[in-house]
């Protein structure tokens, strides 16, 4: 199977501060097609996970525009441009390209 | 607007079995690829299965082959996982998702434990 690494894997950030999350794939998540099979998201405390991003930088429907992905091949990067109190929550990778899908471990992201 | 509502969940010895199933509103159910994800508690996500639209096609991941069986019925807008020779490690809250996944239930707790 892919293995998804996130780093960190807890991170303290000040409101209005920007963030950033990385996620490395054990393999290139090239598919076939040309697409990059790489998904966020976003998990509250309490709450079912909630997708922000595919396709590596494709924003979801509703999302803010302070969240953007960017990445290719095995590096991956989630940012929030400034941290927002409702931002608080655990943040997971995800690979689609090859079966099974798998996440990474997670990380928390916690208001200061 | 899409909801997906997962029930069945609940508190089996091991080698029990239960019939996780999920009722999908608010869009083509008959449309999308269907899955199911899996979350022990307090820890991270696990893809478990997902099924075609049509049904034709299964994928579990190797953890639960031959033990855990996904279906779906279009005409009732519902997706179901058949859990069986269930283990302490299956436990977690079991989701039901949209292709992507774009979309997820609220989850259904299995809790196997003697």
């Known amino acids: 199977d892919v293995v998804m690494t996130q780093s960190p894997l807890s991170l303290p950030v000040t409101l209005g501060q920007p963030a950033s999350v990385s996620c490395r794939s054990s393999q290139s998540l090239v598919y076939s097609d040309g697409n990059t099979y790489l998904t966020w998201f976003q998990q509250r405390p309490g709450q079912s996970p909630r997708r922000l991003i595919y396709k590596v930088s494709n924003r979801d429907s509703g999302v803010p525009d302070r969240f953007s992905g960017s990445g290719s091949g095995t590096d991956f990067t989630l940012k929030i441009s400034r941290v927002e109190a409702e931002d608080a929550g655990i943040y997971y990778c995800?690979?689609?390209?090859?079966?099974?899908?798998?996440f990474g471990q997670g990380t928390k992201v916690e208001i200061k | 607007e899409v909801q997906l509502v997962e029930s069945g969940g609940g508190l089996v010895q091991p080698g029990g079995s239960l019939r996780l199933s999920c009722v999908a509103s608010g869009f083509t159910f008959s449309s999308y690829w269907m899955s199911w994800v899996r979350q022990a508690p307090g820890k991270g996500l696990e893809w478990v299965a997902k099924i075609k639209q049509d049904g034709s096609e299964k994928y579990y991941v190797d953890s639960v082959k031959g033990r855990f069986t996904i279906s779906r019925d279009n005409a009732k807008n519902s997706l179901y996982l058949q859990v069986n020779s269930l283990r302490v490690e299956d436990t977690a809250v079991y989701y039901c998702?949209?292709?992507?996944?774009?979309?997820w239930g609220q989850g259904t707790l299995v809790t196997v434990s003697s």
């Open positions: 995800m690979q689609a390209t090859h079966w099974p899908p798998t």
């Open positions: 998702a949209r292709q992507g996944p774009g979309y």
